[in-house]
């Protein structure tokens, strides 16, 4: 199988699948329905030769309890990533009420997880059915929390995953870190990242970036978009308590939807990079 190949059955399944739309979800307005949750994919590849992931074991990356590519798939060769851009009728709904998410986002972050899980399935059963071995850690048993890190003065903590989608991506060439600390792609920041690792041999796409933050024009809008003022221009950090207590907060509300994204919504790299 080669890139042309496999990327031409992967899109041909995200724009046909009625699961890229909004199913009838009772508790939100019945025009919801029929809501297209994705627009086409940008595809990645990194080798699992790529030293990056070793340093993702850094404790100022993610750390010790972080899996390499390798220690996932015995034999793995190559990474595929994927990053799936919010269409733009979610977008302009989220932009709407900075103080809540919108409806349509709720729906397509849950929703939307849900079909990036099938389309995860539908890349290992791909690979496997021309002979290599696949396995995506979305949805491995292992994927799970690691060691928690201090985040503010009143001693909160949160834990990293053992894998990390948007570092694969950083390495497979989609983008670079913002100061929101999601990953800024030519298609911009509002979407969702998957991955698959396999011992198919794919080339590895070249990163043209150097730095982590390279598409990142530190304009502060995302700071100044965030309900809890979660992410701090002067400092350059992002403290993961409070945004975390907001997540709960809308769950609390619209169980089991929840949401936020007001970061990734009115900024100059909701759909583009800013810096290239």
């Given at each position: 199988?080669?890139k ?6 992967l ?16 508790a ?28 993702a074991?850094?404790?100022d ?7 390499t ?13 994927i ?21 349509e986002?709720?729906?397509a ?6 079909f ?30 690691g ?8 001693d909160?903590?949160y ?12 390495a ?9 600390r ?8 509002a ?13 590895p796409?070249?990163r ?14 995302c ?14 950090t ?22 936020c ?5 009115k ?10």
């Amino acid at each position: 199988m080669n890139k042309k190949d496999f990327e031409k059955a992967l899109g041909e399944y995200i724009k046909s699948s009625p699961d890229n739309f909004v199913k009838k979800a009772p508790a939100f307005p019945s025009e919801m329905e029929g809501l297209r949750i994705f627009d086409e994919p940008l595809i990645g590849y990194a080798s699992a030769e790529d030293p990056y992931f070793l340093e993702a074991k850094n404790p100022d990356i993610i750390g010790a309890h972080y899996i390499t590519p390798k220690e996932w798939l015995a034999g793995a060769r190559t990474i595929i990533c994927i990053f799936l851009p919010f269409t733009e009728q979610i977008r302009t709904a989220n932009s709407q009420n900075m103080a809540w998410p919108a409806d349509e986002w709720l729906l397509a972050r849950i929703e939307g997880q849900a079909f990036q899980n099938k389309i995860c399935h539908k890349m290992e059963s791909m690979l496997k059915d021309t002979g290599f071995s696949a396995l995506s850690p979305m949805i491995d048993s292992r994927i799970g929390r690691g060691s928690s890190l201090v985040t503010d003065k009143t001693d909160q903590k949160y834990h990293t995953s053992n894998w990390s989608e948007r570092h694969a991506a950083y390495a497979a060439g989609l983008g670079t870190f913002g100061l929101s600390r999601g990953l800024i792609t030519q298609k911009g920041t509002a979407g969702r990242y998957l991955s698959i690792i396999t011992t198919a041999v794919f080339e590895p796409d070249k990163r043209s970036y150097t730095g982590i933050y390279d598409y990142c024009n530190f304009c502060g809008l995302c700071a100044l978009n965030c309900p809890v003022k979660a992410i701090s221009i002067e400092e350059k950090t992002k403290k993961h308590y409070p945004c975390s207590v907001f997540l709960d907060s809308t769950k609390e509300k619209h169980d089991p939807y929840y949401g936020c994204g007001k970061c990734q919504v009115k900024v100059p790299c909701e759909s583009k990079a800013p810096n290239i």
